[in-house]
């Protein structure tokens, strides 16, 4: 069984910019969630997807966008790049009968110039 | 009435010691209460998790506590080791609101040999 990744481990934007993040589901998992984590905070919710639809959503502007794929992948989009996007992003994959387990990747470090 | 209060912001325990962080929530439908321990530059890790139908959970060295009536919960960490010294979350979430965790500020624990 493998846990859920994430890719690239690192990427450096700056401000405007466009950045597509990309995560694999733990196996057996059907829900895929994001997070983002600004240094020294805890994460904070962006959003959720089960069967390839946005399953709810936390404060975050429209330009933060997804996608589910029927494998179960994922990838969170963000347009016009702002300097306050810099943080740790997060995919966490779970069983949506088993909601609120979630379990989580290593994370995408996106520092934005 | 989605905050989760975490404290200490910072925690320093001798080796063998016990370490215990809380955490208090507003949010009474909240039904699910996760732990998580992250590392310098990984993501968070699932370290045990607790439902409100009962007051403590112990898995090996880690015990949660849980008062409903106060709307708090504890973890506690015995024989704390050098290992052991992480950021560690609290996170709450409930069944209407699927995967999405609400997670405290986080506390540093540094263990000293």
């Known amino acids: 069984e493998t846990g859920v990744t994430q890719s690239p481990t690192h990427l450096i934007k700056t401000r405007g910019q466009q950045v597509t993040l990309r995560c694999s589901s733990q196996?057996?998992?059907?829900?895929v969630s994001w997070y983002q984590q600004a240094l020294g905070q805890g994460p904070q919710f962006i959003f959720q997807?089960?069967?390839?639809?946005?399953?709810g959503r936390g404060n975050f502007p429209p330009r933060f966008s997804g996608l589910q794929f029927p494998n179960y992948s994922s990838e969170l989009n963000v347009n016009a790049l702002e300097l306050d996007d810099s943080a740790l992003y997060l995919c966490?994959?779970?069983?949506?009968?088993?909601?609120?387990?979630?379990?989580f990747g290593p994370g995408t470090r996106l520092l934005v110039l | 009435q989605q905050q989760v209060k975490q404290s200490p912001q910072s925690l320093i325990v001798q080796k063998g010691g016990i370490s215990i962080i809380n955490c208090a929530y507003e949010?009474?439908?909240?039904?699910?209460f996760p732990w998580y321990q992250q590392f310098p530059g990984k993501g968070p890790a699932l370290l045990i998790a607790?439902?409100?139908?009962?007051s403590e959970k112990k898995e090996g060295r880690f015990t949660i506590s849980f008062n409903k009536s106060a709307k708090q919960f504890s973890l506690h960490i015995m024989d704390s080791q050098p290992g052991d010294s992480a950021t560690y979350f609290c996170?709450?979430?409930?069944?209407?609101?699927?995967?999405?965790?609400?997670f405290g500020q986080g506390t540093e624990l540094s263990v000293k040999p």
């Open positions: 966490a994959s779970g069983d949506q009968g088993q909601r609120g387990t979630q379990y």
């Open positions: 997807y089960y069967r390839e639809e946005e399953n």
């Open positions: 196996s057996g998992h059907n829900t």
């Open positions: 949010n009474t439908a909240f039904d699910y």
């Open positions: 607790i439902r409100p139908d009962v």
């Open positions: 996170a709450a979430s409930h069944y209407n609101q699927g995967g999405k965790l609400i």
